[in-house]
């Protein structure tokens, strides 16, 4: 049984739901999409995707990283880390992004604009004033892009926790989900993110 409070994870058909109602409904559609994503299929902290720039994400020519360092003191611990934006549709979202926010600064300036004239450390997500988001109002924003969708007991840790049950259901080994999510402890990627299926235990027992 699922204790009070903590967070569903997201999975595969609720973010189909979601991003469909962002696209629909979202005044920031761009931007709540790519968000939604790097929660779900890099499995960010909502800290970690709040403190993100383009520098930490680009390359020097202006290419979406497939993998980068954290700096230390955006993490959890303050221990940095690997991160993986290597799926396609989180790749997608992030140029989309991109090219939004080249869009925009073109209008601002007044002429046309490049990849190379982007700020490197403005950040990648853009409060509605402008800004940086903080953590509790990124993490408002998931909670609202959730049940606007009609998807109760999400949060934004949603999104990370998704992503564990999907590699675990994929059979990957749970030392390396530890790698992606960076827990110090396997004991905390078993204990508080794994959880124990009934029914696939109860057909496995069948079949021995």
Known sequence: MRK?????PLNAEKLSVILQDIQENSAFAVRDKALVLVSFRSGL????????????????????????????ATTKG????????TH???????????AETLSVKSICEGSATSVKSICREDPVFRSRKGGAFSNVSLSRLFTNTYARAGM???SSHSGR????????????NVYN????LRHSSISTTINHYISVDEDLLANMVKGV
């Open 4 to 8: 009070e409070g903590i967070a569903k």
């Open 45 to 72: 902290r909502v800290g970690e995707i709040a403190s993100l720039v383009w520098d930490y994400i680009l390359t020097k020519n202006g290419e979406i990283k497939e993998t980068f360092s954290l700096r230390k």
């Open 78 to 85: 303050k221990k940095g880390g690997l991160a993986f934006f």
């Open 88 to 98: 396609p549709e989180l790749r997608s979202a992030l140029s989309d992004l991109l």
């Open 152 to 154: 109760e007991g999400l």
């Open 161 to 172: 926790k998704g992503l564990c049950k999907a590699l675990n259901e994929a059979n990957v």
């Open 177 to 180: 989900i530890q790698k992606v």
